[in-house]
């Protein structure tokens, strides 16, 4: 049995590699005789061999040029002038509207009537331009020094016409139209009646009015130049009257009663 081992065991210590520098020796002499070492040499060498790349020269790098605009620094002069100038003085200033002052509640009430009259009339006013047109009719022949002479009302206000051939002249107690009445709705209403008839331009108008307000004043004299047209022409009584320049407008202001404070209104109630 110790026979057989032993040659086992000296083939063994054959085959093991030599360590420590026997082992470098063999290496060596693998390599003298001509044997091929392993292609893939260590990581840490390889790291220490310098490669070709490394070996050439670096590349140029292109400089780029980089124009930095620089902030031209103010003057010391402008910027005393900024120094000096009051912050806020180019700013316009604001128009601050004073407060209207407080209205009772009849007061409110009672402009808010006369803004939705106002406003009535004047609708009335533009329709009735919208719908009138000038009569195609030639205006009557009237004998030169002749006048035709009306009388004109509305609520308290009396106009006396009187029409004469002319050019289209408008006087009122003396002062032209536009004078005695200054708005445009006044200065409409009163040439009205001539407009529609074609006799404006051709007639001279003399009125004397007095009572009443102006509006007032404006209806009276309206009434008194379409009566006095139909004097001129009988003709024109028909188309007149279907405009309602001949009707007398007897709406008037409702008189007070006893216990109200106005036609209508009845006093504030107090419970306590």
Do not use: C, W
């Amino acid at each position: 049995m110790a026979d057989e081992n032993t040659p086992d065991e000296t083939t063994e210590e054959q085959t093991a590699p030599p360590a420590g520098p026997a082992a470098e020796e063999d290496t060596s002499s693998s390599q003298a005789a001509g044997e091929s070492p392993d292609p893939t040499p260590p990581a840490e060498a390889a790291a220490e061999e310098p490669t070709a790349e490394s070996t050439e020269a670096p590349a140029t790098e292109e400089v780029v040029e980089v124009e930095v605009e620089v902030e031209e620094k103010p003057e010391p002069a402008a910027a005393e002038k900024k120094k000096d100038v009051i912050p806020g003085a180019d700013l316009e200033p604001i128009a601050v509207e004073p407060e209207a002052p407080q209205l009772s509640a009849e007061e409110r009430a009672r402009l808010e009537a006369e803004e939705e009259e106002r406003a009535s009339r004047e609708a009335a006013l533009a329709a009735a331009e919208a719908e009138s047109e000038t009569a195609s009719r030639a205006p009557a022949k009237m004998e030169s020094g002749s006048r035709y002479l009306a009388t004109g009302k509305r609520k308290r206000s009396i106009a006396r016409v009187t029409l004469v051939p002319g050019d289209g002249k408008f006087e009122i107690n003396k002062r032209s139209l536009e004078e005695f009445f200054p708005r445009p709705l006044h200065q409409t209403m009163a040439r009205q009646p001539l407009a529609v008839s074609g006799y404006e331009g051709n007639v001279d108008v003399r009125v004397r009015v007095h009572g009443g307000g102006v509006s007032g004043q404006a209806g009276a004299v309206r009434h008194g130049v379409a009566r006095a047209l139909t004097e001129i022409d009988a003709e024109l009584r028909g188309d007149l009257k279907r405009r309602g320049y001949l009707t007398r407008d007897a709406r008037v202001k409702e008189r007070r009663k006893a216990g109200f404070k106005k036609a209508r209104k009845k006093p504030q109630f107090s419970k306590r």
